[in-house]
Nanobody, 125 residues
Framework: QVQVKESGGGSVQTGGSLRLSCSVS????????VAWFRQAPGKEREAITA???????GYADSVKVRFTASRDLANNSLHLQMNSLKPEDTAMYYC???????????????????WGHGTQVTVSS
């Protein structure tokens, strides 16, 4: 079983930035797929980005301009840099990991069985 832990959430004003981190263990981030999702109150879970075992990173169209993911092999983490934040980005952000995920379903939450507890991001206007 892969252990997943998120960090870096908080409160910012519109236009601000936050950097989230997702650390995984005991597997190397190079050997598993790791993804970020978010869920706002009353809304469905939404995919943000994911790192594939091939090294490629996929993004949801809704965030690819403002959000950037980066793989940190030294710390076994997937970071999520979020810029130009908007109130509609307010949500609980979750990280998930899975040993093998096909590229075609990389951003599908059903592809993942190992989830963190989430970190809250709140953007005020």
């Amino acid at each position: 079983q892969v252990q997943v832990k998120e960090s870096g959430g908080g409160s910012v004003q519109t236009g601000g930035s936050l950097r989230l981190s997702c650390s995984v263990s005991p597997n190397s981030i190079d050997d598993i797929s790791v993804a970020w999702f978010r869920q706002a109150p009353g809304k469905e879970r939404e995919a943000i980005t994911a790192s594939h075992t091939s090294g490629r990173i996929g993004y949801a169209d809704s965030v690819k301009v403002r959000f950037t993911a980066s793989r940190d092999l030294a710390n076994n983490s997937l970071h999520l840099q979020m810029n130009s934040l908007k109130p509609e980005d307010t949500a609980m952000y979750y990280c998930a990991a899975e040993r093998w995920v096909a590229w075609s379903v990389l951003l599908d939450s059903d592809s993942y069985t190992n989830w963190g507890h989430g970190t809250q991001v709140t953007v005020s206007s």
